[in-house]
């Protein structure tokens, strides 16, 4: 049976032998060229086809765009503090800030005092500063308010004493004081002056 398996084999590989030397036999060059003379017409139509369905298919097939990315998942949930959006509801700072304006306003409106700390504390980070600023965190808002009466708008701007305070500490810290007083200086004991303002 094998055997039979190998004299087979052996004989299609002759005739596969035979068909090839046949064929180079046979070639006429001057057939051939005669015949891709007739056809060349179809091949030139057959390619251009080819290539404007390929174009075409290119211009207008919406491009499939792949990405990758790596994600690290913990157990804690960081979300919540980054979005946590404390309300100026639950601020008990915000009378402090708002009762100074005119109670007839027809805008008010407040400015969150230490989110302009910690954004004046990114924006020095980038700048190559990342000198870390100590700001209390009961800083009360600044607010605004605008009344319009008597064909005139009257703008108010109240930022409470502690923001004054905490941005001249901020700014001592940036010179590199640390909010403490400068030495040689004692504080000024004047009880009886009038405030210049």
Known sequence: MLSEDISNRNSSFESYKQRITNFSNEFELGLFLYILRRSLLWIILILTTA????????????PVYESRSIMQLDESNNAKQ???MNTFAEDKTLPVAT???PKNSMIRG???TKSLFDLAQMAMSFTG????LKVPADVPPMAFGVTGDGGGTHIRFHAPMSVITA???AAKQFRGG???EEEGE???EKKDEKPRF
């Open 82 to 84: 980054v979005l946590s």
């Open 51 to 62: 290539l404007t369905s390929a174009l075409l298919y290119l211009k207008y097939t919406a």
């Open 99 to 101: 009762d100074p304006l």
């Open 167 to 169: 941005i001249s500490d």
């Open 110 to 112: 407040v400015i969150g």
């Open 129 to 132: 500063n990342p000198a870390q």
């Open 186 to 188: 004692a504080p000024a």
């Open 178 to 180: 640390e909010g403490e």
